[in-house]
């Protein structure tokens, strides 16, 4: 059976797991800071790096040391995975949705623009399947508002914006390593930033609001949670990141070859490529009323072929919790039309190109009927 994705891993991350094993110690310690370390040298321009035990952690913890709490308002894309927005209720802020571009699945300065309004705060881009949101407009127009921006980049490292990685402008980005992404310490997601002072805050709020002095004593000036990497998932991130751009390459192999194989139909809409795509996931939108099938027929069908799809995402303003703040269908056409349409094939580095050109006959099977 070939899933939608599946992680890589060899010998190398199981020996460096076994020697933090056997090492004593398993939470936050040495390989934590080396990870840490590396991740930066791997961002580059001048920021700092800090490692979280999600990348739901880290977006939390950056909202939280802003400051945005209730009665500020926050854009965040309709289509998104629910974390996206899931952070903005956990500070009792209140989300404001906006539709992305039916292609790219991400959103555009103008879109924002028209979500502003005095009780805006920040806005929360989202790197859908790892294609770079065009940032310098939204930049731009956080300025003239004087908003936060914190780039949701969860499934976007190794994705580039202009020639530079996603996370090196100095602003707030968040990653995660989920098993699902392109590189992973199992759970964990990391931070880059360049504020110091925030930077402080974001320590405290990681780990139990805990400052240390020079001489050993420690003091919490203010609330933190828990939401330090243990060096097992940081060991495992260190191998991972030295074969990311490995990864990333054979993944723009691989879509590449979908992008030969599939055909031109009218009811498949395919995603774009882009400068600086990571392609951590290739999501197609297939019409299923031409096709003549419901989404949940054709994964039986393509189940029958060996193949698992996923399904990436619902719409996110029409989950029973964002109804509550007044949204319906018919708001985010695009958002809505992903969310019944959008299937993801397979794509993950362990791929062959034979298993492409397998998933493609089995979705030209869905599309000319003939399974
Ligand atoms: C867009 C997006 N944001 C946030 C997250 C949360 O990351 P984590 O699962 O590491 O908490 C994910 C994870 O899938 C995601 O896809």
């Not at 990141?241 to 691989?254: A, E, I, M, T, Y």
């Not at 958002?335 to 034979?354: H, N, S, V, W, Y």
């Amino acid at each position: 059976m070939l899933p939608f994705t599946r992680p890589t891993i060899d010998n190398e991350e199981l020996e460096a797991i076994k020697e933090v094993l056997q090492s004593g110690w398993l939470a936050t310690g040495p390989k934590v800071a080396a990870f840490e370390a590396a991740l930066a040298d791997y961002i580059g321009g001048d920021v700092q790096l800090r490692v979280f035990n999600s990348g739901t952690s880290a977006l939390e913890a950056v909202l939280l040391a802003y400051g945005i709490g209730p009665g500020d308002e926050v854009i965040v894309p309709a289509m998104s995975f629910v974390a996206s927005a899931n952070i903005i209720v956990r500070c009792g802020a209140t989300p404001k949705f906006v539709d992305v571009d039916l292609v790219s699945r991400n959103i555009d300065a103008a879109a924002v623009a028209a979500a502003i309004t005095p009780n805006t705060k920040a806005i929360i881009p989202v790197h859908f399947a790892g294609r770079p949101v065009d940032m310098d407009p939204i930049y731009q127009l956080a300025k003239q508002h004087n908003l936060l921006v914190l780039e949701d980049a969860a499934q976007a490292i190794g994705t580039q914006y202009k020639g530079r990685q996603i996370g090196s402008s100095g602003n707030p980005v968040c990653f995660s390593f989920h098993p699902n992404k392109n590189m992973t310490t199992i759970e964990g997601g990391a931070l880059a930033i360049s504020d110091p002072v925030l930077l402080k805050k974001i320590e405290g709020i990681r780990f139990h609001g805990i400052v240390r002095d020079s001489e050993g004593g420690m003091d919490v000036p203010a609330w933190g949670g828990k939401m330090n990497m243990p060096d097992v998932g940081a060991a495992l991130g260190l191998v991972q990141l030295k074969k990311l751009d490995g990864f990333n390459q054979k993944r723009r192999v691989l879509v590449d070859r979908y992008f030969q194989q599939l055909p031109k139909h009218d009811a498949l809409v395919l995603p774009a490529d882009a400068e600086g795509h990571s392609w951590h996931m290739f999501c197609v939108l297939l019409d299923w009323e031409k096709i003549g099938l419901s989404r949940n027929q054709a994964l039986e069908v393509l189940k029958q072929q060996a193949i698992t799809a996923g399904i990436h995402y619902p719409a996110m303003h029409l989950f029973s919790l964002y109804r509550q703040y007044g949204y319906e269908p018919g708001d985010f056409p695009n958002a809505e039309r992903i969310g019944e349409q959008t299937l993801t094939l397979p794509l993950f580095p362990g791929m062959e190109e034979k298993d492409v050109d397998q998933v493609c006959s089995a979705v030209l099977s869905l599309l000319n009927g003939s399974y």
